[in-house]
């Protein structure tokens, strides 16, 4: 059974700084690709920002571009998210999950049902 664990949220006032972590259980490397989606309050969950395991390319969503950063380790089992100059609007729980495999052609990185397993999440609070 493949668990996905996050840590790393907590409470940041605004213009801050936090670090995600994500911990797998089974070989990160062995996954097609990793990604963190979040989700506010009365709000779906969102496409934060992803990363594919072989290769490294990165994918993140407009929102977040140029402030967060996602990264990998294959070696430790373990996908990151630095996340700088924080806004209030970045208030969510924020959920890492891992894609087995890409099913067909119209597979995109950022759209959550192609995403197998999922963490508990993690609570990030922005103050203003």
């Known amino acids: 059974q493949v668990q996905l664990v996050e840590s790393g949220g907590g409470l940041v006032q605004a213009g801050g700084s936090l670090r995600l972590s994500c911990a797998a259980s089974?070989?990160?490397?062995?996954?097609?690709?990793m990604g963190w989606f979040r989700q506010a309050p009365g709000q779906e969950r969102e496409f934060a920002a992803a990363?594919?395991?072989?290769?490294?390319?990165?994918y993140y969503a407009d929102c977040v571009k140029g402030r967060f950063a996602i990264s990998r380790d294959n070696a430790k089992n373990t996908v990151s998210l630095q996340m700088n100059s924080l806004k209030p609007e970045d208030t969510a729980v924020y959920y890492c999950a891992a894609a087995l495999a890409k099913y067909g052609s119209s597979w995109s990185i950022r759209r959550e049902n192609e995403y197998d397993y999922w963490g508990q999440g993690t609570q990030v609070t922005v103050s203003s």
């Open positions: 990363v594919y395991m072989t290769g490294g390319t990165t």
């Open positions: 089974t070989r990160a490397g062995s996954y097609y690709a």
